[in-house]
Antibody, heavy 114, light 112 residues
Framework: EVQLVESGGGLVQPGSSLKLSCVASGFTFSSYNMHWIRQAPKKGLEWIALIYYDSSNKYYADSVKGRFTISRDNSKNTLYLEMNSLRSEDTAMYYC???????WGQGVMVTVSS | DIVMTQGALPNPVPSGESASITCQSSKSLLHSNGKTYLNWYLQRPGQSPQLLIYWMSTRASGVSDRFSGSGSGTDFTLKISSVEAEDVGVYYCQQFLEYPRTFGAGTKLELK
């Protein structure tokens, strides 16, 4: 069974940093591209980043480019999202998702507030 | 960026009736390989999104055949035949032709 489990969220102050993790199981993690997608409270879905299976390419939404970094460790079956210079508008549930969108994690909440 | 625009449903939808959700893209999602790069998702209340349809009209594994996707290069429809209680939630279309991947704003389905 495919499982994606996010962690690392929490309440942080504006301007601070946070690193999210997503541990994958049930499939050959190193063979698939992976996404981060977020959803602000009561809002729709926003795609924010993708990383190729071998880390050779990374793509970002303009809203996070230059502040967020997606990475992965295939030896640990883990996807990461490093978030810097956090703003109140980054407050959201953050989901990791399998390449084609067929599997999503349960999400981890990030709240940016003073 | 490709803009995805979703239509609204005349909520609430009576149980057992059919419902159609529309989605329009600002650019054709039809690739030269003949495939249309559009997904449909359902997000039930309190849950993560679930993939329903990919390549515009292919049902994802385990998805009921009451769900069907159709369309052209820029205009798409998700049809739900005989709406049931488990279909309640917000439906999203998403293009995966280009980066950034973009979603529609969502269409809420409520049951009568």
């Amino acid at each position: 069974e495919v499982q994606l489990v996010e962690s690392g969220g929490g309440l942080v102050q504006p301007g601070s940093s946070l690193k999210l993790s997503c541990v994958a199981s049930g499939f050959t993690f190193s063979s698939y591209n992976m996404h981060w997608i977020r959803q602000a409270p009561k809002k729709g879905l926003e795609w924010i980043a993708l990383i190729y299976y071998d880390s050779s390419n990374k793509y970002y939404a303009d809203s996070v480019k230059g502040r967020f970094t997606i990475s992965r460790d295939n030896s640990k079956n883990t996807l990461y999202l490093e978030m810097n210079s956090l703003r109140s508008e980054d407050t959201a549930m953050y989901y990791c998702a399998h390449s084609g969108g067929s599997h999503w994690g349960q999400g981890v909440m990030v709240t940016v507030s003073s | 960026d490709i803009v995805m625009t979703q239509g609204a449903l005349p909520n609430p939808v009576p149980s057992g009736e059919s419902a159609s959700i529309t989605c329009q893209s600002s650019k054709s999602l039809l690739h030269s390989n003949g495939k249309t790069y559009l997904n449909w998702y359902l997000q039930r209340p309190g849950q993560s999104p679930q993939l329903l349809i990919y390549w515009m009209s292919t049902r994802a594994s385990g998805v009921s055949d009451r769900f069907s996707g159709s369309g052209s290069g820029t205009d798409f429809t998700l049809k739900i035949s005989s709406v049931e209680a488990e279909d309640v939630g917000v439906y999203y279309c998403q293009q995966f032709l280009e980066y950034p991947r973009t979603f529609g704003a969502g269409t809420k389905l409520e049951l009568k």
